[in-house]
């Protein structure tokens, strides 16, 4: 067997935790492969995309600011990367062929239903905060899923009607004045804001109108008991934190580059937080 290469490619990447991630991997595998730091400006990654085969890679991750734009580089994308507007997984085919896919809404359902086992997708509403990248992975793991209704809430309302135009009016688009009833009912609460991450600032909501059985999802995950989840905590909630969707998103990567489907196991995670 040749030694298998992958990487994340992305500027700046010295901050990827994805190295620690698979590197940990190939280790309990004991698999002749690595998984390298790969910093590519935006003006270069098609010609870095182009090369990956000749240079003897299985495939790559791509992270900040080549998600949405390398699409145009590929041979072809999966209906997860089209519907979801972006590619984080990318495998190349042994006659050099790239092929794009979207594993961060597969990341976000798995950590969910293994953190949060007795959540139902069809047991009542659900809360999404905010409408960038994060969260259309993350709308788009819900309604495949099977929940009804996602109560989309961001500060630009535009955003939040761009994911219904993608997702179908399952998503509904709400200003962030209708917090209170949104939440009033709802299943589960998932924050795909930066609001609450290390150097930014707060989310500051009442969690008052939040019904106790409700799950708690943050998706940030420096910190890893963001004041969400704190307030959440303290109240009674289920609550999950981010690191999980970041170590099951891997997995289908790994799989595909490595030929074993990886687990994620309490000391992967502890691996991954102290990187
Ligand atoms: P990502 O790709 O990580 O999702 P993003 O596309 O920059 O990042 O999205 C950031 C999200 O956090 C958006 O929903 C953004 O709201 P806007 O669409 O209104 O910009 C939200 N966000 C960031 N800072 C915020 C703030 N101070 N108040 C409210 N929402 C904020």
């Known amino acids: 067997m040749k030694h298998v290469k992958a990487g994340v490619l992305g500027w700046p990447v010295d901050h990827s935790r994805s190295p620690a991630l698979h590197g940990y ?26 090369e990956l085969h000749e240079k003897g890679f299985a495939g790559v991750n791509l992270t900040v600011p080549h998600k949405e734009t390398a699409v145009s580089f590929l041979h072809g994308v ?62 788009f793991a819900l309604i495949n899923a099977g929940v009804r209704e996602v109560r989309l809430i961001n500060r630009t309302v535009a955003r939040a009607e761009a994911l219904t135009m993608a997702f179908g009016p399952r998503v509904i688009p709400l200003p962030w004045e209708k917090i209170r009833d949104a939440l009033n009912d709802a299943t589960l609460l ?48 289920t609550v999950v934190d981010g690191i999980g969707m970041l170590l ?18 309490p000391a992967l995670r502890a691996h991954v937080l102290a990187a």
Do not use: H
Request: contains cysteine.
């Open 25 to 50: 991997w190939l280790k309990t595998y004991g698999i002749d492969g690595s998984y390298l730091r790969l910093p590519v400006p935006p003006e270069s990654l098609g010609q870095a995309l182009g």
């Open 78 to 139: 999966t209906a997860e990367a089209r519907q979801i507007g972006a590619v984080n997984t990318i495998f190349i085919s042994a006659d050099g062929k790239l092929l794009g896919t979207n594993t961060d809404g597969y990341g976000f359902i798995s950590s969910l239903t293994t953190s949060a086992p007795a959540w139902r997708p069809d047991a009542g509403p659900v809360v999404v905060l905010g409408a960038g990248g994060a969260s259309r992975a993350v709308c």
């Open 190 to 237: 998932v924050n795909t804001t930066t609001l609450g991450m290390q150097s930014q600032p707060p989310l500051d909501i009442d969690l008052s109108p939040l019904p106790p059985s409700a799950v708690v999802n943050d998706i940030v995950y420096v910190p890893l008991e963001t004041p969400l989840l704190a307030a959440a905590r303290r109240r009674g909630n």
């Open 248 to 265: 099951y998103q891997a997995q289908p990567g790994f799989a595909g580059w490595f030929g074993i489907r990886p687990e994620v196991t």
